[in-house]
């Protein structure tokens, strides 16, 4: 009760309005062992919207824990914390063998991130203040290992749309696909190697820049909330849930694409990133309102990079340990989304500068993608 009476005091109000659905967390869990064989679309429903709460308490705990460790380890953390929950979906998607939902949630990821939360961060703050402005080592860097980490997603695919006519490709596709997966988290690694070591203090200086930017906020929004203890175990009771509760999302995507006429791509490019996502990019649009714009881009990008270098390549390999085919093959009509997507960010970031216009071209573009993948 402590850590829930600290986390409802401290919450933004944003985070307040996620918290007042923690009561559809016990009810959804208990409507799926209690009617385990009806109410499908009702514990499905309930399942998807319980996920929101228990994302958003981990990104509470990760933020809070972060504050005791150095800036740019810290940021990391919290990247890696925050994704946790999409990490647990797509493990459970491999476990089911939902292959077609796994490859289409990767780049709903990506495309949520990059499209619908850094648009809604651009928007927001634009109406708030008339410009913003950002580091250009964030972006420019973020931007290139994006276009990086498209290539290696896109390998596969592409080796089978032009090899359709042999009939040994489809072996060869899984094969490439964990070849690539393997060298992307070696691109990772590096990338990490590059922020952590080698290049550390270049990001801490522009981390504690921004930080002088902002000063002026309430010190009631920098003081420590949670113990570290306490932040461990919100985490530990956060994951259990959403483990929990992503079981219940999987076991009812069967009837909802059999019974409602939902497809799986539009399952898992639109709906599943939107829920995994929300509690980062609650906290990522908080920091544009407050004109820490270099740190939202930070956590976009590396939110991004973290989907697209690790926690993809992870379940690939996973995979591959536990017996389950799972490939890089994407459909052409998500592949050519993704890297439209990176370069129509790239441009707009390409200045350093953002307004509400580029957030409403990057939530316009969005929507044009959702529609297209509901009729797919």
């Known amino acids: 009760m402590h850590i829930l009476s600290i986390c409802w005091r401290t919450a933004s109000p944003a985070s307040k309005c996620v918290n007042l659905l923690w009561p559809l967390v016990p009810t959804a869990i208990t409507l ?5 064989n009806d109410l499908h679309l009702l514990v499905f429903i309930m399942s998807y919207l319980a996920m929101v709460p228990c ?3 981990i990104g509470f705990a990760s933020h809070e824990c972060t504050r005791k460790l150095p800036k740019v380890l810290g940021h990391l953390v919290e990247i890696v914390l925050a994704s946790t929950p999409e990490t647990i979906l797509l493990l459970v998607f491999l476990h089911k063998k939902q292959y077609v939902v796994i490859q289409a949630a990767v780049l709903g990821s990506i495309l949520a991130t990059l499209l619908l939360c850094l648009g809604v961060c651009f928007f927001c703050g634009g109406l708030i203040y008339s410009e913003q402005t950002f580091n250009r080592a964030v972006s420019e860097l973020g ?6 980490a498209a290539m290696g997603l896109m390998i596969p695919g592409a080796f089978h749309a032009t090899h359709q006519s042999e009939t040994p490709s489809s072996g060869y596709v899984l094969i490439i696909s964990r070849i690539a997966s393997i060298f992307l988290m070696i691109a990772y690694f590096i990338y990490v190697y590059f922020q952590m070591r080698s290049h550390q203090k270049l ?3 522009l981390l504690e820049h921004e930080e002088e ?3 002026h906020q309430a010190l009631a929004h920098k003081e420590e909330k949670l113990c570290f203890t306490e932040c461990i175990i919100s985490l530990a009771i956060a994951l259990a849930l959403v483990t929990m509760l992503a079981i219940n999302l999987v076991e009812g995507i069967p009837y909802i694409v059999k019974e409602r006429g939902l497809s799986e791509s539009f399952l898992g490019l639109i709906l599943v990133p939107i829920v995994e996502k ?6 990522t649009v908080e920091d544009a309102c407050n004109n820490h714009m270099t740190g939202a881009l930070f956590h976009c990008l590396g939110s991004t990079i973290q989907t697209a270098m690790f926690n993809t390549p992870l379940v690939v390999l996973v995979g591959w340990a536990v017996g389950r085919d799972l490939d890089l093959e994407f459909e052409l009509f998500n592949m050519i ?4 997507s990176i370069l129509v960010v790239g441009s707009f970031t390409k200045d350093q500068k953002t307004n509400y216009l580029e957030g409403s071209m990057c939530l316009i573009v969005y929507v044009l993608i959702a529609i297209g993948s ?3």
């Open 374 to 376: 509901y009729f797919d």
């Open 278 to 283: 929300t509690a980062e990019h609650i906290s």
């Open 203 to 205: 990001y801490e200086a």
């Open 55 to 57: 994302a958003n308490l």
């Open 337 to 340: 989304v993704l890297v439209l």
């Open 213 to 215: 930017i902002i000063s």
């Open 143 to 148: 931007s290139d290992l994006l276009l990086t």
């Open 32 to 36: 799926q062992y209690t009617h385990p």
